[in-house]
């Protein structure tokens, strides 16, 4: 069975700081891995997807997350953090029905 | 392209109605997913519809229901609504492969009183 795992649910940055969201994720078949942004009383905002076609997977608004099979891992990370950039992450993996499977998310807070 | 859209936003109940949320897809996508949002239990899958059949359900109670019509819009019912039932209704669509990506409306928030 699928099931994902980020570590921290708060994190907090200063502008202009590197951030690193961390995501664990457990499959019994090549996973699809999704990273997505919400917003305060918003929906969920896709920042990125990894299908297998590069490990390096870029995406909007200056987010990347590098999948690491041995690790099991698919970090999100930026080289430089925006106050715009407050927003509650969640990493998710999709099953092999395609129904997705979120982690607990992590909150992102940018300090001035 | 229009995005997801659901309707309404904000929903204010009474335990033991019964509400009908309702969600319209990104033109072209024949899939709609549910899930439910709350601070305990985060983000949890509610069901599936593809061609306006249940492809896939989570692990809720009976009382969660849904239908898809022939243009995809799909619309989800929730009947002897409970205190716990308060939670943001997210909808997301697909053009319905098990691997392509799914877009998230901006839910409905559902509070029960």
């Known amino acids: 069975a699928q099931s994902v795992t980020q570590l921290g649910s708060h994190v907090s940055v200063s502008e202009g700081a590197l951030v690193l969201l961390r995501c664990n994720y457990s499959s019994s078949v090549p996973p699809y891995l999704f990273w997505y942004v919400q917003y305060p009383n918003q929906g969920l905002q896709l920042l990125l997807k990894?299908?297998?076609?590069?490990?390096l997977v870029k995406g909007i608004n200056g987010f990347e997350a590098e999948f690491k099979k041995s690790e099991t891992s698919f970090h999100l990370t930026k080289p430089s953090a925006h106050m715009s950039d407050a927003a509650e992450y969640f990493c998710a993996v999709s099953d092999p029905g395609g129904k997705l499977i979120f982690g607990q998310g992590t909150e992102l807070s940018v300090k001035p | 392209k229009a995005g997801v859209t659901q309707t309404p936003r904000y929903l204010i109940k009474t335990r033991g109605q019964q509400v009908t949320l309702s969600c319209s897809p990104i033109s072209g996508h024949r899939s709609v997913s549910w899930y439910q949002q709350t601070p305990g239990q985060g983000l949890q899958f509610l069901f599936e519809?593809?061609?306006?059949?249940?492809?896939n359900k989570g692990n809720f109670p009976g009382r969660f229901s849904g239908r898809q019509f022939s243009n995809s819009r799909s619309e989800m019912n929730v009947s002897t609504l409970e205190l716990g039932d308060s939670a943001l209704y997210l909808c997301a669509s697909s053009l319905g492969e098990a691997t392509d990506t799914q877009y998230f409306g901006p839910g409905t928030r559902l509070t029960v009183l």
């Open positions: 990894y299908t297998s076609a590069a490990t």
């Open positions: 519809y593809f061609s306006e059949t249940q492809r």
